[in-house]
């Protein structure tokens, strides 16, 4: 009759596992090759779904037959739930991939379970001793075993071999709970082990692998029943050596190599055995001999006094471990030195010694007080029933310390620097307090312990307890911040701070000036939320909205405004901030976003950002546009494996092409320019990714053999004269480079087979009064000239926008240098606007741009609204504390040649502007034909006269025909007379001025 059971969990598992497989396979439930894997292809890890239904139904039929006595019910129940529990926390992990938190958990819940239903060995007297003891052996050898679940056929071999000597040792003892249910679990391993060997066709997985470790625990547990027998319990240890030994092998390895104790490695002893020759059928055929060899020693050591069974034990456990050590399990020689371990146990004992030590007497003290609340002196029926429940506290006290402790550790309370905890600090004592007292509280509800402590004890202790750890961990902040010690020490006056903004950043800068800096002094917060107004944040007020800044500033003596709102950059009342800020005689500061510049380092060093706590306010910070957002995979479909030219990369705009294009993948980048010294400082930035090209694209020859050599498939034309003031005196050099230099490189990318050439252009075109505009504008031209021949199947398209910041020839750094330099700001006229874009989002949208140009396009970008250049050398003599007219003066100096008042997009009368799928990018819609045959007479003609030396004519014809079609336009230059080829006018009208820094291109 007691061979039934173990047949039927044979048949089970040896039937179930095919299917366990198959359903594996159907819900992707896969263990994967990787470099801890011995398989080379996908195999199904459902496997112990069969082990456990078969093992769980054999069980039960075990009990419904009678088999067991009524004594042994509440146990194997316990046994059973405890391993489901262990058993699901395996699946979700195969499943999901849960945390070894999570995971850990789980098994913890699970052992509550087995210990509340009585699986505790009663060979240690003590119930607490015996419960801590338990827990740690049902939740060790569960993933021991599971660490044996990495070569075919170990970790069920080797369990069913465990099980046969626990159902000896149960036999012997006559306990028929413990060797019934070991013959079952056995039966179970032996149907399932021939499809995971000699070559595994299915894994148990975790859910397998935890669950036979769980039961092969309690069985041993449960074995040892005869209190003071020693020697069974010995014995049952003997038994379970082979998993203990290598999990205890493996955790000192890393621990002295100072790994994670949870990471995966392919030192464990069956690996080694394979390794080492054997071949991995019989590095498991030699690890089943000595699992067989453990067994049949324990038996012989259950009959032993405890003197010789402890002597053999421990001679066996160290022949384990000295067989590990020769064959490498601590190590290669030199990995895990003695040195080192020592140097690992002593961080140990510094991290975790003094912190368990506290932890310990916190809880003791927590729940000898709950009990003494509960049980008041001055009851008399009281005073018989304290002692009682001081006398089973206390032998239940070990389990509770030690569930603690456990928890306290696997929720990192002893690995956290706790001087600068937070929330996240807080839920960690809160979870674990939680997790804790839950833990006891089904030990204690379940009928197999007895109640020893009664449950409001257990509640009250466990309150007092998470109080406690909070105590201890905050005890520090809380200190200094009562001594007010934790602010360094300075010899300056600390600069009184007005914060604008009281959300997250606002309040943590707060802080920070509170506690980590003597520099600052803050006074309160400005915040537009009414809800704030009143309200303290680290015991600072909530002083009003943005509109109180100059008056709080006079008030309270304020020295530096800090701007920290969240998402500051993009308020969409950015400039009215600042402008109230700079109304103030108070310095201004801006809080960055250090996350968004972790992401985008690169982005940060071309911008100025850095992680230091504050940064003045930038002139991008006062455009009040809204952050773009590109089309990353749109751009990425363009560039990625192309080899891409970029002329005139030395530039700032050409420069910036080249970084960006760099991160869609490109086959290679050609950064072509005149400028060597330029082409040097950029390759040392981008290092081996940027082929460098010296040349001019005036010369076609060159032109000819750097497309002929290179084959680019896509082009960025970005080498431009630029700057307007000269090119009026050089109106030659102007139309050479932007129109004849345009047209070489076109010329050249159609013999030579390029995909697509984008020329970027400029809001000078727009009814150009400038050399510069009248020469960017036939260059818009010769483009969409080249697109209406076809272009031998090329896509030619414009790229318009204004201008950019940083760039060179940008206004913007004469300021900054001039205000530097005490003064005067040269502003040319009072009413003088333009538009503003910075660099990194011009090139992100052009090269968006480029991925729209179907031929001919002229696309401009949105430049947001018109900046006045007065108002902006105001901002930013402000910006840099100074007051305009008493420490800095402005001096208007009067429009330079070629320059206008206001700039335009596009001209109303002859372009319209259309949508793209970016909302910042509009294509032009002109209602004008294009001759290109007599466009490029008439160029033809220009270069002639530019030949013989007639720049004055070749002058004139370039501005008659690029106006030709704004006749009667609101933006026409009336009177307009071309420039003439000379310094001497410029150099008259201009005042002397201190010389600013001058740019390469």
Not at 208 to 213: A, E, K
Not at 319 to 339: D, F, P
């Given at each position: ?236 240890l003997l038994v379970l050596a082979l998993p203990l030994t290598d999990t205890a092998l493996a955790m000192a390895r890393r621990f002295g190599r100072f790994q994670d104790l949870f990471s995966g490695d392919r030192e464990h002893l069956y690996d080694l055995l394979s390794q080492k020759g054997l071949g991995d059928l019989r590095a498991v055929l ?716």
């Open positions: 009759m007691w061979m039934v059971p173990p047949l039927l969990a044979w048949l089970i598992a040896g039937v179930g596992t095919p299917l366990a497989g198959a359903l594996g396979r159907r819900v992707g439930l896969l263990d994967r090759p990787n470099e801890l894997s011995i398989h080379d292809r996908p195999v199904p890890r459902s496997g112990g779904l069969a082990l456990l239904v078969a093992f769980a139904a054999a069980a039960l039929a075990t009990w419904k037959a009678g088999l067991l006595s009524e004594a042994e019910a509440l146990p194997t129940l316990g046994l059973l739930l405890g391993a489901g529990v262990v058993a699901a926390a395996g699946l979700l992990d195969d499943l999901r991939h849960i945390s070894p938190l999570h995971k850990f958990l789980w098994e913890l819940i699970g052992a509550a379970v087995a210990i509340g239903l009585g699986v505790r060995p009663a060979t240690i007297a003590n119930p607490g001793l015996a419960s801590a003891f338990t827990l740690v052996l049902l939740v060790g050898v569960a993933n021991a075993v599971n660490l044996l679940d990495g070569m075919n056929g170990m970790a069920a071999g080797a369990a069913a071999i465990a099980a046969l000597g626990l159902a000896g040792l149960g036999r012997m003892a006559g306990q028929p709970s413990v060797w019934l249910l070991a013959l079952v679990l056995a039966g179970a391993c032996l149907g399932y082990l021939p499809h995971n060997f000699p070559r595994a066709r299915i894994f148990m997985g975790d859910s397998g692998s935890l669950f036979l470790g769980f039961v092969l625990a309690g069985l041993a547990v449960r074995q040892a029943r005869t209190p003071g027998d020693w020697s069974s319990l010995l014995a049952a030699v690890m089943y001999a000595l699992g067989g060899a453990a067994g049949g020693l324990a038996l012989g050591v259950a009959r032993l006094p405890l003197v010789p069974a402890t002597a053999v034990t421990a001679l066996a456990f160290a022949a384990l471990i000295a067989l590990a050590g020769r064959l490498g399990a601590l190590g290669s020689r030199g990995s895990v030195t003695v040195a080192r371990f020592r140097q690992a146990a002593r961080h140990l004992v510094q991290r975790y010694g003094l912190a368990c030590v506290g932890d310990g007497l916190i809880v003791a003290a927590s729940f000898y007080l709950a009990l003494f609340l509960r049980f008041s002196p001055d009851i008399p029926q009281h005073t018989v029933e304290l002692p009682r429940y001081l006398a089973s506290l206390t032998e239940t006290l070990p389990f509770i310390l030690f569930l603690y402790l456990l928890v306290n550790a696997f929720f990192g309370l002893y690995s956290r620097v706790w001087r600068y905890a937070s929330v996240q600090e807080a839920l960690a004592i809160t979870g674990s307090g939680l997790l804790s007292t839950g833990g006891v509280l089904i030990a204690e509800l379940l009928p197999g312990v007895g109640r020893p402590v009664p449950l409001s004890v257990v509640v009250v202790g466990g309150v007092l307890s998470l109080m406690g750890f909070a105590a201890s961990r905050y005890r520090f902040r809380v200190l200094t911040r009562l001594l007010g010690s934790d602010r360094p020490r300075s010899a300056e006056k600390p600069s009184r701070t007005l914060i604008v903004g009281a959300g997250e950043a606002g309040q943590l800068l707060a802080w920070q000036m509170l506690h980590q800096s003597n520099a600052y002094q803050p006074v309160g917060f400005v915040d537009d939320d009414p809800d704030t107004w009143g309200l303290r944040l680290h015991g600072l007020k909530v002083l009003g909205d943005r509109h109180r800044i100059p008056e709080l500033v006079r008030a309270l003596g304020v020295d530096l405004v800090v701007i920290a709102e969240d998402d500051g950059h993009r308020h969409p009342a950015r400039d009215e901030l600042v402008d109230l800020c700079l109304a103030s005689e108070a310095r201004v500061r801006l809080l960055p976003d250090v996350l968004e510049s972790l992401v985008d380092d690169r982005a940060a060093v071309r911008s100025g950002s850095s992680l230091s706590p504050l940064r003045e306010v930038r002139i991008e910070d006062l455009l009040g546009r809204a952050p773009v957002i590109v089309d990353r995979e749109a751009c990425a479909a363009v560039l990625r494996g192309q080899v891409v030219l970029v002329t005139g990369a030395a530039g700032s705009i050409g420069s910036e092409l080249c970084r960006q294009v760099l991160e869609y993948g490109p086959a290679r980048v050609l950064a072509l320019d005149q400028n060597e010294t330029g082409l040097y400082d950029l390759a040392l930035e981008l290092g081996a990714a940027l082929e460098i090209i010296v040349a001019d694209i005036r010369d076609a020859h060159r032109m000819e053999r750097v497309f002929d050599q290179h084959r680019p498939g896509i082009v960025y034309h970005a080498a431009a004269y630029k700057h307007v003031p000269i090119l009026e005196q050089h109106p030659g050099e102007a139309f050479a480079t932007n129109v004849l230099g345009t047209l070489s490189l076109i010329a050249a990318a159609e013999r030579h087979g390029a995909a697509r050439v984008i020329v970027i252009s400029t809001d000078k075109a727009v009814c150009p009064c400038s050399a510069l505009g009248v020469s960017k504008r036939l260059g818009e031209w010769v483009v969409e000239a080249a697109a209406q021949q076809g272009g031998n199947g090329a896509v030619f398209a414009s790229v318009r926008f204004g201008n950019v910041l940083g760039s060179r020839g940008s206004v913007l750094p004469t300021f900054l240098w001039q205000i530097e330099h005490g003064g005067p700001v040269t502003v040319t006229e009072p009413g003088m606007t333009r538009y503003f874009m910075s660099i990194h989002e011009a090139v992100a949208l052009v090269i968006e741009a480029s991925a729209y140009a179907q031929g001919g396009e002229v696309f401009v970008l949105d430049m947001g609204e018109p900046v006045s250049v007065d108002q902006l050398a105001r901002r930013m003599i402000r910006l840099r504390g100074l007051r305009v007219g008493q420490d800095i003066e402005i001096r208007y100096i009067g429009a330079r040649p070629g320059e206008k008042l206001t700039e335009k997009l596009w001209c109303e009368r002859h372009e319209q502007p259309g949508p793209t799928p970016h909302p910042a990018i509009f294509c032009l819609h002109r209602n004008h034909h294009l001759d290109g045959d007599a466009l490029a007479a008439e160029i033809g003609q220009m270069q002639a006269l530019l030949d013989q030396g007639r720049e004055a004519e070749m002058c004139t014809r370039m501005y008659e025909l690029a106006l030709a079609p704004c006749q009667g336009c609101a933006g026409y230059p009336v009177g307009l007379t071309p420039p003439q080829p000379s310094l001497a006018a410029e150099r008259q009208r201009t005042p002397p001025q201190p010389s600013p820094p001058a740019g390469r291109e």
